[in-house]
Structures are given as C-alpha cells and as structure tokens.
C-alpha cells in the first residue's frame, strides 16, 4: 500500500499534522499509524476499587493511542516559549507563538469553547515571588481540563476520520529510507510513502533512538527531571490557581546552585500513577467540571539534571531512581513532609491520620531511601521556600509522592523544517526530544504539514 504521507502516532504532534495536512490539501493520501488503541477504546483498568495499582498493559492507555499521552491529561495548553520544550530553536519565537495560538483557536473550534486562557501578564504575583527569592514564568494557559480535553479529541477524530486512514494498535516495527520516499514496516504488512513524520512521543523513546542508530541520524543526550509531586488542601494556593492556573516557580537552591521548578500544576485535582516502559512513577490531572474535582491541589518539583562525558545515559539514571521506588513500595512511594524532616518512613496510620486525604493509593514510605541527597534537599529547600508565598506548603501533612520523573527523549538532529538529513523524513513532538508539553508538540506537526503544503 502506497501513501503520499505516513505518519506515526496519533498524540497531539501527529494528529495536528494530519489536521493541517488535510486544511491546506485535502487530496492528498495520508495514513496514521498509532500503537495504541482508537479513543473510545482507550481506558486505564486502575479503578482505585478491584484494581489499584498499575498492572502493567501491553498498550498502555493513559500513554498510548489516539490523543497520545495528553489525551487524560489535565489539558493544559501553554502558550509560551518559557518552558514546554524548545521549538522556537527551530522554527523562531515568534513563528513558535503564532502556531500555539493558532492550536488553540482548533481546540476552541473542536469542543473547548468557553474553557478559561490564564495569564501571568500583569499579575503581581510575580513581585511577591521575586521578593521571596522565587521567580515566576510568563505564559498563558488555557485549561481545557481532563473531561473537554477528551470532547475535543472525540471531535478532532470525527473530522479526520473519514479524510485519513487510521490504523489503530499497528505498532510500527521500522521505518527505512528508499531511494525515494519510504519504507515503513507493521508486523503483518508493509507500506511506502514519499515523506514521512514521525511522532512517537515519550512512549516511543526507545524505538526512536534504535531507527536513529538504524537510519544514522545523530542525536544527542537531554536532560532527566526527577522529583516528587506535591499534594496539599487547595486552599494553601487557592490566591495563586484562582488567578493563574498554573505558575511555574522556579528557584535556586542556596545549598547547590540547583534550578528547582514547580511543574503541571493541578488545582482541585488528582494524582496519578503514570507507566513509562514499565517503570511506575507519578503525575498529576484535573477536571474543569466542578463535580469532578477535588479538595486538593497537586503539582510536582522537579530538578533538572543533565549529564556529560563519560555518562550520556540521563534516561536510565532517571529509570534507576524509578525502579528503586518502584522495589520499595511496589509502586508510588508517599511521604508526609513531616515524616520527612523527621527522618521517619510515613506508615499507613501516619497516612490515615494527617488532615488530608490522598488522591492516589500509593505505599507509604520513606522517600530518603529512594531520591539522591542533592534532589532530596533541593527539593525541601524549595518548599519552605514556597511557603512564603503559600503559607501551609511546608505543612507536617503535605503529602510528597515519589519519584515523578520527566523524561526526555534523546535530542534529535534536524533543521528549521524539523527534517532529519533525508528529505522528507521528519521527526516532530516529544519523540524529537525538542518538544515536552501538548502545545509545543501540537505546534510542531502544523509546522510541518504547512512545510510539506509549502504555506
Ligand atoms: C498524565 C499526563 C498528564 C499530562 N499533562 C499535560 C498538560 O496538562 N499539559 C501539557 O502541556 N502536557 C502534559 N503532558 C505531556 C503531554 O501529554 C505530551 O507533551 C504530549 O502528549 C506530546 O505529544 P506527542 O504527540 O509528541 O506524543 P504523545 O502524546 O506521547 O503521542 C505519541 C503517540 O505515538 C504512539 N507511538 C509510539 N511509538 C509508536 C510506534 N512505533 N508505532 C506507532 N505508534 C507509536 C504512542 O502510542 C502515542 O500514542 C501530560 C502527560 C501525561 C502522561
């Protein structure tokens, strides 16, 4: 079978490519193929009743299928060259900008309309935080929420399904170059095209770096983020969420010199377990419909650590510290930050007995035995830190769950078209290592499909 256009993934980076594909030249002949399952088929067993740890699928729901890894996800879109990758690298500020804000427009367009845009312009919260050492980012956000960010997915799906071809759990095996175009290999069947985009997100990490060794497409180490989230009663930053969403904090630790940041802030929200090639670690999600959410806030502190010579393995460092909390607790680890200080394990009565109730059932611990001495401290520096702007942060009971941990994919070589040295091929989203968040991810497949269009 024979396609203009193949691209593999259906998360945001494939799926805004396919859209855009299909504006700007519906004729063309294009194909999505997607390891996991069609949205409607996409559902996670935990039920927090029979099941209630991760139990391992062979495609993984939250992470895997049409959507990709943000189709449970809270649904915040930020539109912002601060953080949520580096595209503006490639393609320009300005150029990065314009394609979120155009992302968002589709997303209204499809199911988000009356959704809120949060922004940090002109908040004078950022005075309070540089006055307290901290230091706020500038973005906007618009939180779709877990429930619209489903609506509009159903709705982007509906419209593409008739004008491209979907192939639902059709892992593709590898991709290789032909004198012209493409070769792309499923296990029970074999197509061409003349270009190809790629779009495998974190899940496809290893997969991405065996066709970049395969095809000889340098590539170059990235960052790990480990940390813990952090869940606390959501009226200790109700001053902050109720104005801005999300803030993204970041401060140095005076012990170190290390960035610490806040990350995927999720007012009245939940915790969650998140399964990344096996290894179970920990996120965050909330929902606009007020039904659905909870008492709680929860957002992760993260610190940033990147590797050089003769260590380039920042992924499997990331995995290691994982898997330890993964053999202690058999999953997710959660502490109480007093139990932390004190230089105890929290234990399920400890748990039982603090004035908040956890979103997530994890195994109560000791994080110490698990995070590295310089994250652990950075990470406690940070919240007493925060609990100048958020008196109650460093509250006996805040509720820290261990290990979140953000990985990035190997950084992939490509130019401003995000086109790898073969003409046509292109690697796009979080699987390129260039993108970490939905808009950034979004951004980069209309980037392309407007480059392939040539508009
Ligand atoms: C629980 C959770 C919450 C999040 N919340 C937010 C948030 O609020 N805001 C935000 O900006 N970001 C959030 N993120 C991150 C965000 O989801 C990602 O940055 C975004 O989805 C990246 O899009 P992508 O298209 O590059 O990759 P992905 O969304 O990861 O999609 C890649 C797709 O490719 C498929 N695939 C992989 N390998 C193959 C193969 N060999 N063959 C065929 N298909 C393959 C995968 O199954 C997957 O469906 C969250 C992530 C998680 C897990």
Redesign the pocket.
């Known amino acids: 079978m024979k396609y203009d256009i193949i691209i593999?993934?259906?998360?945001?980076?494939?799926?805004?490519a396919a859209y855009e594909l299909m504006q700007k030249k519906p004729e063309l002949k294009v194909a999505v193929?997607?390891?996991?399952h069609a949205l409607k088929d996409r559902r996670c067993p935990i039920d927090g009743d029979k099941i209630k740890t991760c139990i391992g699928c062979k495609?993984?729901s939250?992470?895997?299928?049409?959507?990709?890894?943000?189709?449970?996800?809270?649904?915040?879109?930020?539109i912002t060259n601060d953080f949520?990758?580096t595209l503006y690298e490639y393609i320009g500020k300005k150029r990065a900008l314009e394609l979120m804000n155009y992302v968002d427009e589709i997303n209204l367009k499809y199911g988000g309309f009356g959704t809120k845009l949060y922004t940090t312009a002109g908040t004078r919260f950022k005075t309070v935080c540089i006055q307290n050492d901290l230091h706020l980012l500038d973005a906007s956000v618009r939180?779709l929420g877990t429930d619209i960010?489903y609506v509009v997915l159903e709705n982007l799906y509906n419209y593409l399904k008739d004008k491209v071809t979907f192939y639902f759990d059709?892992?593709?095996?590898s991709v290789k170059v032909l004198n012209e175009g493409y070769y792309v290999k499923?296990s029970n069947a074999e197509y061409t095209c003349d270009k190809c985009i790629i779009?495998?997100?974190?899940?496809?990490s290893k997969?991405?770096e065996e066709?970049c060794r395969d095809m000889n497409i340098p590539t170059k180490s990235n960052r790990v983020d480990i940390g813990v989230r952090v869940e606390l009663p959501a009226a200790v930053f109700a001053h902050l969420t109720d104005e801005l969403y999300?803030s993204k904090i970041v401060y140095r630790t005076e012990k170190y010199g290390d960035k610490v940041r806040t990350f995927?802030m999720?007012p009245k929200g939940a915790v969650?377990n998140?399964n990344t090639n096996g290894i179970i670690t920990v996120?965050?999600?909330s929902y606009e419909d007020p039904a659905k959410q909870t008492e709680n806030t929860n957002f992760a502190l993260l610190v940033a650590k990147h590797f050089s010579e003769p260590f380039k393995d920042s992924n499997g460092y990331g995995e290691s510290i994982a898997r330890l909390s993964n053999m202690l607790g058999g999953g997710v680890i959660v502490q109480r930050f007093g139990d932390l200080i004190r230089g105890r394990r929290s234990t399920p009565s400890r748990i039982e007995e603090a004035f908040i109730t956890p979103t997530l059932n994890a195994t109560p611990g000791d994080l110490s035995l698990v995070l590295p001495k310089r994250i652990l401290d950075g990470i406690i520096e940070m919240i007493y830190a925060l609990d100048k702007v958020a008196p109650g942060t460093a509250n006996e009971d805040t509720l820290l769950y261990g290990v979140e941990v953000k990985f990035y994919n190997m950084e992939v070589e490509v130019n401003n078209n995000l086109e790898t040295k073969y003409e046509g091929l292109y690697i796009?989203?979080?699987?390129?290592g260039i993108?970490?968040?939905?808009?950034?991810?979004?951004a980069?497949?209309v980037h392309v499909a407007r480059n392939i269009t040539g508009e």
């Open positions: 593999i993934g259906a998360g945001p980076g494939g799926i805004f193929f997607e390891a996991g495609s993984c939250i992470m895997s299928g049409f959507g990709g890894a943000g189709a449970f996800s809270d649904g915040k879109y930020n949520g990758g939180h960010n059709t892992p593709v095996l499923c779009s495998v997100g974190r899940i496809g997969w991405m066709a999300e995927c999720n969650v998140e996120n965050g999600h796009i989203g979080d699987g390129s993108t970490h968040s939905l808009s950034h991810a979004s980069s497949g």
